[in-house]
């Protein structure tokens, strides 16, 4: 027995001795192809990898430890003189204070800079638990670090330093492919020409995207991700000649970091653990027009839109059909009294701007203002005790230019005034009055003979799409909410019904003539024939879209409360995607047998897409599906469902997938899905919309919205 213990104490110590997992690195340890630095939360490790299959190539780098699935790597030390014989390949440091990486044939493949003269001899390297590896003195002063010398990746309490005494001492570099660690095409830093105000994407020497123009204060703050007790953000601090951005995440909230890949896309990510996958929070560029200066001069990247595109600047028409070449003045410029400056909000301002510190908003106007030669200008104060103005002027062609939706300047661009329109303002008074009288009583002609065109309309529309079926409406003789009552449908009728719906909204939003959204789609308007293949029914409340229209408001909310999207409740507005949460709606109901506002003698039910979403991220998915069916349905299925029923009523309407989409991932048991978002609270408590409104207004959280049921 005392034999065998013997031996198994040899071979533990064998083993250690081939794979040490401990976080330093010595002058007398040095690593090897068999070591590995974990550190101690055992979040990184540090090692020799190769980044593909052929294992030709190794490289010293850093990578996540704690995450399963194909390793992702965040620091590579030799990434442009790989190793191709990794046995021979040592990592260690010197008695003059260096860590060097270095083959056994004695070439050195790989060194650190040290400028210490004595005590080298006591220095080690260790690797932090934030992913950095650090070489050091005992009196732990810094030597040598890799947050200095990054590759691709930024990690939280990394400085990314953007500009330092007017030099650019920091850059991104991009893989050269998904697997070839080598330096790429694409690299991201400080713009050299204005330093501290603005960092580019570049494809070798060429600018390829621009991010928003910062706005001169000292310290800012943008959150991302947060929770009841923690915070995900990027911090950026600008010491006048200096400027670092720094990105934070507190305790509790999942790994986070920014890469530059090998596509020209910088990617702001954090680790979702129900998905075993990273989410996208935020990148650029995000869409094609938001390409540097794809738009051409004096147009603009509109995102505000579900779909971008380039559009012109106030006061310019296109130059041709596809904004090539940009647009051109519809009056062109002159310098006097005749010129103008209007406003346009939320702009991501041009580039090729003049940046002139110490004036005031006044002043700021004056200098563009007085100036012929200046077509445009920015102003932004942070309100510090130092100077934190920023007047931006242009005096040539405005490039790359963009609008959002929540963020941006304030451009003001000189226009010249049109006399013929002068004039027109002063006549147009007068012969307003004159028509009132007349408008007034054509008004309730017309509004008598819209409302009969629009039913007229909307009867033909309807007519149209059902006689996509063999199937007249008059053959149906129950809707699914009836059918639901009566009889207990099973799981693969219930899907044939869920795909037929989805269908049927594809059509209406996308294959008929016009886009028409329904805006009461809920059970009892669900029709079903005899063979229970679904159509949708009753389209009094429908609104039909014009090929340019995606979104439209309304004063007058109408509609089912609980399958009403949170936009159009409480602010009116409604598109595509409002259908699409109500189809969302629709479908948690079939799978699970519930109402959106029945609890179903179910415990702590407040409505249904909470204890969906709850049973979701406690990975109690299952236990939403109805106990008729649950014994017989294909499990695969019904998790999809609930998957894309989910994705569906998600809060903000760009993160609902479309009809199309919707279908697809139907249809395609191996479509990628992406992460359904936490829905806001919805109370069973009945409001009125305005009521409703005055909450979200008052509330702290105006995410803790509460919403109606019934109709």
């Not at 009056?331 to 406003?343: G, H, I, N, P």
């Not at 998915?621 to 299925?637: G, N, Q, R, Y």
Request: glycine residues 6%; neutral net charge; proline residues 5%.
């Amino acid at each position: 027995m005392a034999k065998h213990y013997i031996i198994l104490i040899f071979f533990l110590l064998l083993i250690s001795s081939f794979c040490k997992s401990d976080d330093q690195l010595t002058r007398t340890k040095p690593l090897t192809d068999h070591d590995i630095l974990i550190s101690k939360d055992g979040d990184f490790a540090l090692g020799f990898f190769s980044p593909d299959s052929s294992n030709k190539s190794f490289y010293l780098g850093i990578w996540y430890h704690s995450i399963p699935g194909a390793r992702t790597v965040v620091w590579v030390a030799n990434r442009d003189d790989p190793i191709t014989t990794p046995s021979s390949a040592k990592l260690a440091i010197t008695n003059g204070s260096q860590m060097i990486l270095s083959s056994s044939e004695g070439r050195n493949i790989w060194a650190t800079t040290s400028n210490i003269a004595t005590g080298g001899a006591e220095a080690y390297a260790v690797l932090l638990n934030t992913g950095n590896f650090v070489l050091r003195l005992p009196n732990t002063t810094d030597i040598w670090q890799s947050f200095d010398h990054p590759t691709d990746t930024i990690l939280p309490t990394m400085k990314f330093w953007m500009n330092y005494k007017a030099q650019v001492i920091m850059r991104l570099v991009a893989w050269k492919g998904p697997d070839d660690p080598s330096s790429g095409d694409f690299s991201c830093s400080g713009d050299p020409s204005s330093p501290g105000l603005q960092w580019l994407i570049w494809h070798g020497t060429m600018a390829y995207a621009r991010g928003t123009t910062l706005n001169g204060v000292s310290v800012t703050s943008s959150p991302y991700l947060s929770n009841a007790s923690s915070v995900l953000y990027v911090t950026g601090v600008n010491l006048g000649d200096e400027f670092y951005f720094m990105l934070t995440v507190s305790n509790g909230l999942p790994l986070a970091r920014v890469t530059l890949d090998y596509t020209g896309v910088l990617g702001f990510t954090s680790w979702n653990n129900h998905s075993s996958s990273w989410s996208v929070i935020s990148e650029n560029p995000k869409a094609p027009c938001d390409l540097y200066a794809s738009c051409g001069p004096f147009s603009y990247c509109d995102l505000t839109g579900t779909a971008p595109k380039c559009q012109c600047l106030d006061g310019f028409e296109p130059n041709d059909f596809n904004f090539s070449r940009g647009c051109r003045r519809t009056l062109e410029l002159k310098c006097d009294k005749q010129s103008r400056f209007v406003t346009l909000p939320r702009m991501k301002v041009p580039d090729k701007f003049l940046h002139i510190k110490n004036r005031s908003f006044d002043e700021c106007t004056a200098e563009c203002t007085g100036n012929c030669s200046c077509i445009a200008y920015a102003y932004a104060n942070a309100g510090a005790a130092t100077d934190s103005s920023r007047c931006l002027v242009w005096t040539g062609d405005l490039v790359d230019t963009g609008k959002t939706v929540n963020y941006g300047d304030n451009l003001y661009l000189r226009l010249t005034v049109d006399k013929k329109s002068s004039a027109i303002k002063i006549v147009l008074p007068i012969v307003a009055c004159l028509l009132l009288l007349t408008c007034i009583a054509l008004v309730c002609f017309c509004k008598y003979r819209g409302k009969r065109r629009k039913k007229e309309i909307e009867k033909k529309m309807m007519l149209e799409y059902f006689s996509t079926s063999n199937e007249l409406e008059g053959r149906f003789w129950k809707s699914l909410q009836d059918v639901a009552r009566k009889y207990e449908l099973d799981w693969s009728t219930r899907f044939k019904v869920i795909k037929g719906i989805a269908r049927g909204l594809l059509y209406l939003h996308q294959d008929s003539r016009l886009t028409i959204i329904h805006r009461d789609l809920k059970a009892s308007n669900i029709l079903l024939d005899k063979e229970m293949i679904p159509k949708i029914s009753d389209f009094g409340m429908a609104r039909i879209f014009d090929a340019n229209q995606n979104q439209a408001n309304t004063i007058r909310v109408v509609g089912t409360y609980g399958y009403m999207s949170p936009e159009y409740v409480i602010g009116g507005a409604f598109s595509t995607k409002s259908d699409t949460y109500s189809f969302g709606v629709l479908l948690l109901e079939i799978v699970s047998g519930l109402k959106i506002s029945s609890p179903q003698l179910i415990p702590n039910f407040s409505s249904l897409i909470t204890y969906a979403w709850r049973l979701w991220d406690d990975k109690k998915a299952t236990e939403l599906v109805d106990s008729s069916v649950v014994d017989s349905c294909k499990i695969h299925e019904v998790l999809r469902c609930i998957h894309v029923g989910l994705l569906c009523v998600q809060d903000r309407p760009d993160d609902r997938p479309l009809m199309s989409s919707v279908m697809f991932a139907l249809e395609n048991e191996s479509a990628v899905l992406p992460a359904p978002k936490q829905p806001v609270y919805f109370s069973p408590f009945n409001y009125k919309v305005g009521e409703a409104r005055e909450n979200m207004e008052n509330s702290a959280n105006p995410m803790s919205i509460t919403t109606l049921e019934g109709r």
